[in-house]
């Protein structure tokens, strides 16, 4: 369907155009973050509206507790990440509220009310911050004072993160519209029509010209900014959902992930007896299989088989941008909890490196026990979309397997198979969000570390890690604190935020809380 127009279209002047493709090129040459270029800002989700999740800089040293706000009475939505502009910190709750925090000290500047539940992160732009509510209504306000600017209805509630681009405000509602608004007044410009909710936030090509976005209508859509024309509609996704996560666009790819029609424990338990029957391994623990590259490049070679013959199991998806066209399937299996799609994956702006999530029998990473094992990360060759396997950087303790989860310090960049985690990247190191803790990989030396909180535990604050199992007595003991136990929206969470790294500080989104973390000075 083309975009139905309700004002003139905003043609780029010729020259514009020419700058807008240009200038993103040779910041990108020289390493520059587009969307982060002031320091001590994390304007929009995943910091940049191509999604790379890449933040230029990152603390050093031990990190430590600058301030905290508990929202868990109000809750907020896990997929939601801190929004930081203007000095001020930004998140939403389902309670409807809008809150700007003092972005050095917490102190709470303003609170905006709106009408319905806040789903996702807004974003700061111009001096104003826009979010979409569940009372139908996205909302333009002054960053300063708090004070609403304007309204834009929507048939239905939005559960997206908006995107500033152009003088417009874009987002998808759960009407299955696509909205464009008048960025100074809330009017209308253009909308387009889906078959279904849109609940991915929408991301910009690096020419700033298209706009793609998923449907639960299990297609992505390409559409023209400036006037909403219809450029190229996708096959219709394998899976029940495309929700919470952005399309991440790198090099002229745009990269979208789904969840599949199977159960998580049956596809996850398939896939992991299939990968060890192929390798024909008979030692006495198939957790820890041997292998070399030329075994990664035959595993991969039969994923993709697997994939082509079993389309209904891919859930990882790769378009060209220019046409919704695909080079290759990744060899990439489900590797979601909790029946989630899958996290998308994340780009290194300095190196042109990107990193995902991956499964395999040769990977070093998660030994299994409790959990699911040959869950791991690689680097994705965006010209073949084969994967180079990451491995820690700790020898086996056991010499008759290779190195694995045993292995590496316990808790400290938890990637687990069954569960929900985030990965995000900044120059030397790639980041792993879990429910309860962020962790680190050296990329040079293959070493983690835990850089806070912990497993099972909310951030550090609340949880069985800290108060006991149920029948360890948990509830009672989080009852006697004054403090939360399971939190209903945040256990392993339908999704997952990324930390916002704004200057020398770093905010964590987790157990419905706002945690500021610092390192050493600057």
Known sequence: MVGKSLAPARALPTMARLMNALVPALLWLLGWNLACGAAADWPTLHCDLQRSGFSPSFPKGKLRLLWCKELWRELTGPRSEVIVGGGLAFMGTYTGNLYAWDAETGGERWVFKTGGPIGHSPMF????????SMDRKLYAVDAKTGKPRWNCEAEEGIWVSPVVLHGLVL????????HACDASSGREVWRFQTGDRILTSASVTVDSERVIFAS???HVY?????DGRLLWKSRKLAGLSVRDYAPMIVQGLAFITTNPTKDFHAILGEHQNMLV???????????????????VVQEQDFIVDFLKHHPEEQTFYAFRVSDGSELWIAPILYTGGLHNPITPPCFNRETGEVFTQVRSAFTTWDGGGEVRP????????????RVELLGHGYKSKDPSRPPGDPDKPWGSFNYIGDETQTLSCAPGILLCTHQGNLGQLELNTGRIA???????????FYGAANFGWENQGGYERAAAAGQP?????????????????????????VGSQVISLTGDPE
């Open 277 to 295: 029957k192929r390798t024909g391994f008979t030692g006495k623990d198939p957790r820890y299989i041997p292998g070399g590259k030329d075994d």
């Open 125 to 132: 732009h111009d001096g104003a911050v826009f979010t979409g």
């Open 485 to 509: 136990f399971g939190i209903v929206n945040e256990w392993h969470g339908p999704a997952r935020a990324i930390v916002s790294v704004a200057g020398n500080k770093i905010y964590f989104p």
């Open 222 to 226: 390409c559409l023209n900014a400036s």
């Open 216 to 218: 639960e209508d299990m």
């Open 171 to 178: 987002f998808g509602d759960r009407g299955g519209v696509f």
């Open 374 to 385: 040959f869950t791991g990360f690689g680097r994705l060759d965006l010209t073949t979309g």
């Open 450 to 460: 835990n850089l806070w909180g912990k497993r099972d535990s909310y951030g550090g």
